[in-house]
């Protein structure tokens, strides 16, 4: 493998918001299709990274507003939502929009981040079960990002040959992930045997049952330092 990051030995800690940290309810509109998501970020500048955010479970956000107007969303307890205020800096923007394998509906929404930030580059993404669509899309969209973050992925991963691939491929697992789906072993196989670049990670807090948010599955406690490791590895490129 190409890289190993180790972090471990780290306590549960408190994540601060990003100063001017601003939110809104944007829509994606392509021919047969429209693909609304939360855009979070800070000024009025051009990022320069574009993070696509893709959580698991069911893999649902909705974004809408709702009957005051206020912008309603699922998945909040979700890591990568939950940990956009780590995430959002002046270098980073990140948009959350529902978890999908369907190529053209993800070259809708990032045909439309491209529009609004054009001096960005786009990185996806996906944990747990949203995993499961950062691997089936990768092959089909090198032209599109820079590189396809898979974080406490399916086991599947194990198979997940990224040698063919052309942008940056990381794969992101907690040692402990008890979670029978998302097996650290997988994790570590697939990054040994193809190259992948890979942070492994340690600590935290684990909180409920082993496949849901506050579990060590969902880097609970670590957020923040699981966040910066990510953005280090990028901003490597």
């Known amino acids: 493998m190409r890289a190993i990051f180790l972090l471990a030995g ?5 994540l601060a918001g990003a100063q001017g ?14 693909v609304p998501y939360v855009l979070d970020r800070t000024g009025e500048g051009s990022p320069r990274y574009m993070l696509i955010l893709f959580p698991g479970g069911d893999g649902i956000v909705n974004p809408r507003r709702d009957a005051e107007g206020r912008i309603v969303y699922r998945k ?7 940990a956009r205020s780590a995430a959002v800096d002046e270098e980073f923007a990140a948009a959350a929009a529902d978890s999908t394998t369907n190529l053209g509906r993800f070259r809708c929404l990032a045909s439309d981040l491209k529009a609004r930030f054009p001096s960005a580059d786009l990185y996806l993404i996906g944990t747990s079960r949203g995993a499961r669509s950062t691997m089936s899309l990768a092959p089909d969209i090198q032209d599109v990002v820079k590189g396809v973050i898979h974080a406490s992925s399916l086991s599947m991963i194990a198979d997940f040959d990224t040698r063919k691939l052309k942008n940056r491929q990381l794969i992101v697992h907690h040692r ?7 097996d ?8 040994e045997k193809y190259g992948t670049d890979f942070i492994a990670v340690d600590g935290g807090t684990d909180d409920g049952p082993a496949c849901q948010p506050f579990s060590h599955h969902g880097f609970a406690g670590m957020e923040r330092e699981v966040i ?5 590895w990028i901003r490597q490129k």
Do not use: V
């Open 184 to 191: 650290f072993e997988s994790a570590r196989r697939s990054a």
């Open 76 to 82: 909040k307890d979700n890591f990568l939502l939950r």
């Open 176 to 182: 402990r992930d008890g979670c029978e789906a998302t």
């Open 10 to 14: 780290l306590s549960a800690c408190a």
């Open 21 to 34: 940290l601003s939110e809104s309810l944007e829509t994606a509109s392509c021919p047969g299709m429209t």
């Open 228 to 232: 910066d490791l990510i953005k280090a």
